[in-house]
């Protein structure tokens, strides 16, 4: 299960064939100062969560959902989240 923003942008750059992280974030709308805080194990916001799974062709509940996941400050709160992710990853892995 993907459990961070950043493996998501390494599928971004492997599908477009881009070149280096920045151009990642580049090609989605994204600054390079967010790249360092994906680095660091961040979340993002909702509107570059739809832009990533729009540019992945995924339902964007699963990148939101890894974010707030990422962001959750409390750990029963953060299960919740990775648990909507993991069912939403499946469900995208069982369509492919």
């Known amino acids: ?13 492997k599908m477009y064939n881009l070149k280096s992280y920045y151009k990642a974030m580049a090609y989605i709308g ?12 961040g979340g ?4 570059n969560a739809v832009r990533l799974a729009q540019a992945l062709k995924i339902d ?11 962001k959750a ?6 299960m ?4 909507l992710a993991k069912q939403k990853e499946e469900e995208r892995k069982k369509a492919q």
């Open 60 to 70: 964007p509940i699963e990148i939101m959902a890894v974010s707030n996941a990422l």
């Open 73 to 78: 400050e409390n750990n029963e709160i953060k």
């Open 1 to 13: 299960m993907m459990q961070t923003i950043a493996e998501y942008i390494e599928e971004l750059k």
């Open 30 to 41: 994204m600054g390079t100062q967010a790249w360092t805080k994906i680095k660091a194990g």
């Open 44 to 47: 993002i916001s909702e509107k």
């Open 80 to 83: 919740i989240w990775l648990k």
